[in-house]
């Protein structure tokens, strides 16, 4: 089983500042890795498929950079509704299909 | 546009059955690959299972495996989770969720339901 660990578990950031998310595979992904944002009480959206592609209606503000084993999701100027809880998940080895234990944005 | 909804979920208690349903529509329901996915309160997302988009071929974590089985009615538009013996670390709401691309199941998931809640307690 592919293991993904994401670092750091929360991020304290300004509104307006860069935030750098990472997440690490225990052995190559390729670029088979999506990155999924989840507001309280709300399903997990879609951000990054492919490791870099960004799904219908992303704002350019969210890019995802990475391959192999180590991936990185930017979120380029900190919005106020970007202060939730950020997912990466492997769809290259399966089953099962594993998801990081989270990274939480807060604000400063 | 695409649509997933859950229902099913509720207060059970440890060792019985339950079975949830997630109504798809808005797109081919035999195209894609449907999952089921699922988040222990406070928790981070767990997947739990899949069926390939022409249903012939299952996949499960090994937490469940033996007791949840995944299956889809394409007459009905419907993806199910059959969870026999529960257990307590079953609490968890219960996501039902669609594969990005048609025809394939190496894919990332790109639309997802609302969520159920199953509380497995006495």
């Known amino acids: 089983e592919i293991v993904m660990t994401q670092s750091p578990a929360t991020l304290s950031v300004s509104p307006g500042e860069r935030a750098t998310l990472s997440c690490r595979a225990s052995q190559s992904i390729s670029s088979n890795l999506a990155w999924y944002q989840q507001k309280p009480g709300q399903a997990p959206r879609l951000l990054i498929y492919?490791?870099?592609t960004r799904a219908t209606d992303i704002p350019a503000r969210f890019s995802g950079s990475g391959s192999g084993t180590e991936f990185t999701l930017t979120i380029s100027s900190l919005q106020s509704e970007d202060f939730v809880v950020y997912y990466c998940?492997?769809?290259?080895?399966?089953?099962?299909?594993?998801f990081g234990q989270g990274t939480k944005v807060e604000m400063k | 546009q695409v649509q997933l909804v859950e229902s099913g979920g509720g207060v059970v208690q440890p060792g019985r059955s339950l079975r949830l349903s997630c109504a798809a529509s808005?797109?081919?329901?035999?195209?894609?690959?449907l999952h089921w996915v699922r988040q222990a309160p406070g928790r981070g997302l767990e997947w739990m299972a899949l069926i390939s988009y022409a249903g012939n071929n299952e996949y499960y974590a090994d937490s469940v495996k033996g007791r949840f089985t995944i299956s889809r009615d394409t007459s009905r538009n419907t993806l199910y989770l059959q969870m026999n013996s529960l257990r307590p670390d079953d609490t968890a709401v219960y996501y039902c969720?669609?594969?990005?691309?048609?025809?394939?199941?190496?894919?990332?998931?790109?639309?997802w339901g609302q969520g159920t809640l199953v509380i497995v307690s006495s």
């Open positions: 492919g490791a870099s």
């Open positions: 969720a669609r594969g990005l691309k048609a025809g394939v199941v190496v894919t990332a998931i790109q639309h």
């Open positions: 808005g797109f081919t329901f035999n195209r894609y690959s």
């Open positions: 998940q492997q769809y290259n080895d399966w089953p099962p299909w594993t």
